[in-house]
């Protein structure tokens, strides 16, 4: 049989769309996607070079897409369910991309960065996930979005709207998950403890993840690639029976 005709019997690829997934976190999970057998399409915002080096690194097969989109755009769910069924039939969403605002008191937070918040941590993996329910089709879908231990703290004098954001999501998890849960979609959480990434840099503190994860349990920050794994996980068959939660890695803090 001709290589042409044995590809096209072989079936495509289950693709996995990943927010943020130039850097960090989100990159982490991308890399552990993919090496799952998932064919990604990943977003950014601001940072076609970073993105490139992704998919170089990565290789085309399976596939690696990057979209330069902002997650709060009204046409961003849209936008990038379209670019991620050319690739294949969509079976995983990572709501990841998320920003900060810079550390500070309530009292210091404007109108502007407030509403910013709202529409890029909690707005887009809303829109996102219901877009992505809206178009599932018979398949399995699992959608996983990023928390993070401020859900449970509340970050007092630092960022107290992204941690209420936070456990919004959470809460959000388990109310969809149970919506959905009969239709073959699955709904989680997992909550980063602290990890160094240029989020805490954007933030005012570049060595935020190091001065908080010496005071936890395990006394060291937490890497990308170790909150990469529980979402792998998470998204792979083996948590078919899991819904409705949210995994803490955070070194038992
Ligand atoms: N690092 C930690 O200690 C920690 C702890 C708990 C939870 N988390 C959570 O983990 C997730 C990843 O954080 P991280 O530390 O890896 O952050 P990061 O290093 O700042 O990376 C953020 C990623 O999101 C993208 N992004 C940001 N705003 C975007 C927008 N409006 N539209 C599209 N993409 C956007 C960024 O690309 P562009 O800049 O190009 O947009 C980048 O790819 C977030 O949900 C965060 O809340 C992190």
């Excluded at 927010?19 to 890399?31: H, M, P, Q, Y």
């Excluded at 109310?175 to 239709?183: D, I, L, M, R």
Aim: glycine share 10%; charged share 20%.
């Amino acid at each position: 049989m001709p290589p042409e005709i044995r590809e096209s019997m072989t079936p495509p690829a289950p693709v996995a769309v990943v927010t943020g997934g130039s850097r960090g976190i989100g990159r982490a999970i991308v890399e552990r996607l993919h090496d799952a057998g998932f064919a990604v399409l990943f977003t950014h915002s601001r940072s076609p070079a970073e993105a490139g080096e992704v998919v170089s690194a990565l290789g085309a097969r399976p596939a690696v897409a990057a979209l330069q989109v902002d997650v709060a755009d009204d046409t961003a769910p849209a936008h990038i369910l379209d670019a991620a069924a050319e690739l294949g039939p969509v079976r995983a969403l990572v709501n990841n991309a998320a920003i900060t605002g810079t550390l500070g008191p309530l009292t210091a937070l404007g109108d502007a960065d407030l509403r910013r918040l709202i529409g890029v941590d909690l707005e887009a993996p809303i829109r996102l996930t219901r877009e992505a329910i809206r178009r599932h089709d018979s398949g399995p879908l699992s959608v996983v979005t990023i928390s993070s231990i401020a859900a449970r703290s509340g970050s007092p004098g630092e960022y107290v709207v992204y941690a209420s954001i936070k456990a919004a999501l959470e809460t959000f998890t388990v109310g969809v998950a149970k919506e959905v849960a009969a239709s073959g979609i699955r709904v989680n959480a997992v909550a980063p403890g602290f990890v160094d990434t240029t989020i805490h840099a954007r933030a005012g503190e570049p060595g935020r993840a190091f001065r908080l994860g010496a005071t936890t349990p395990m006394g060291r920050p937490g890497t990308a690639d170790e909150v990469a794994a529980a979402v792998a996980w998470l998204i792979s068959d083996d948590a078919r029976y899991v819904t409705g939660e949210t995994i803490r890695v955070t070194g038992g803090a």
